[in-house]
Every structure is written in C-alpha cells, then in structure tokens.
C-alpha cells in the first residue's frame, strides 16, 4: 500500500482506482448486454461500453499529462458493486423485471463512477492539474450523461413493463384458481 502523505499521494491513489474500476467495468458490461432483452437498453449500453472505452484511454492520458505510468490499483467498491450485478445474471424470471434490475446496477456503477471523478475533480483544480481535471470532467460528463439515459428509459418504458410483468402473472393465477374452484355448471333441463 502506498504511503498517503499528500494531496497528491492521495490523487494519484485514487486515479489509478478508478482506472482499475473502469476496466472492471469494460469486462462485466458485455455480459449485462447479452442478458437484456429490452432493444433501447441494449443500445444505451453498447453505447456506453464504446465511451467507456473512450474513458480509460483518458485516464491514461491524465496519467501521461502526470508523468506517471497508467498502473490501475484494485477497486474493491467497483468489484462489489458488479459483484451484485452479476447475481442478478443467475437469476431467472421475467425479461422486464431483469431489464429493470440491470438499469439499477448499472446505475449503481454509475453513481460510483460519477462520485470518484467528481472527487479527482476538485483535487486535480487545487493541485492545478488542469489536463487531468478536463480529460476527468469529459469522463465524469459521460457517466451523467449515461445515468440520465438510464432513468429515462427506466421511467418511459421498462420499469412499467417490469410492472405490468408482475400484474399479467398474478391475474393468470388468479384466472386459474377461479376455474379450479368454481363449482361445476348446472345444465338446465330443456
């Protein structure tokens, strides 16, 4: 473990976790991709795997505009996180309600995401690393960006279809209880 003396020990630290996090993060979204069912969702995520792609090569640049070698350090919150979104993998059941639950975890990694550069943020403007803060706020732009998307498509479509998912099972049960209950019917002598 490195010694954390500075603001900077502590920046470079932080860098190269959340370096290591967006690696994580490039490994465990094909797999989120394959499982959706939902189009736009699949689209919004291919999209996002592209940009964050497009991220990890600035973290390399804000570690080159530092003179440092773009080394990540284990991000133990970020295997958590995906950790928790991989579970829902195993899982059967309905395509929507697993379309809604992929859209919280991605959105958990997100808010991690959107967390950790907006803390590299400030310490990159104090210790006036102003290459590293704008390739860091292009990222950051990005996470908000996608979070966005996210909770609109969640609002607009698959959290009602998720709804709805629930309730269609729940009247089929209902439906067959009733037939197996239901008295026999009388036939009516002519």
């Known amino acids: 473990m490195a010694d954390l003396n500075t603001l900077n020990d502590l920046?470079?630290?932080e860098l190269r976790d959340v370096y290591d996090a967006e690696k994580q993060i490039l490994k465990?979204?094909?797999k989120i991709i394959k499982a959706t069912s939902n189009d736009e969702l699949r689209q919004a995520l291919s999209s996002h795997l592209e940009e964050t792609r497009g991220q990890v090569q600035r973290l390399e640049q804000a570690f080159?505009?530092?003179d440092l070698k773009?080394?990540?350090?284990?991000?133990?919150?970020?295997?958590?996180?995906?950790?928790e979104g991989s579970d829902l993998l195993e899982e059967d059941g309905d395509d929507a309600v697993l379309?809604?639950?992929f859209i919280a975890a991605c959105?958990?990694?997100?808010?991690?995401?959107?967390?950790a550069y907006g803390t590299l943020m400030a310490w990159a403007k104090l210790l006036g690393y102003r290459d590293a803060f704008n390739l860091l706020k292009a990222n950051e732009q990005e996470e908000k960006a996608a979070d966005a998307k996210l909770s609109k498509l969640a609002e607009s479509s698959v959290n009602q279809e998720a709804m709805s998912a629930g309730q269609e099972s729940d009247e089929d049960?209902?439906?067959e209880a009733a037939e197996t209950t239901a008295p026999p019917k009388r036939r009516r002598s002519a």
Request: proline letters at 5%; a negative charge; aromatic letters at 6%.
């Open 64 to 66: 080159e505009s530092l």
């Open 173 to 175: 049960e209902e439906e």
């Open 28 to 30: 465990a979204l094909p």
């Open 70 to 83: 773009p080394k990540g350090k284990h991000c133990a919150g970020m295997e958590g996180i995906l950790e």
């Open 11 to 13: 920046f470079e630290d």
């Open 107 to 115: 959105q958990r990694v997100e808010h991690y995401e959107i967390t």
């Open 99 to 101: 379309d809604a639950g």
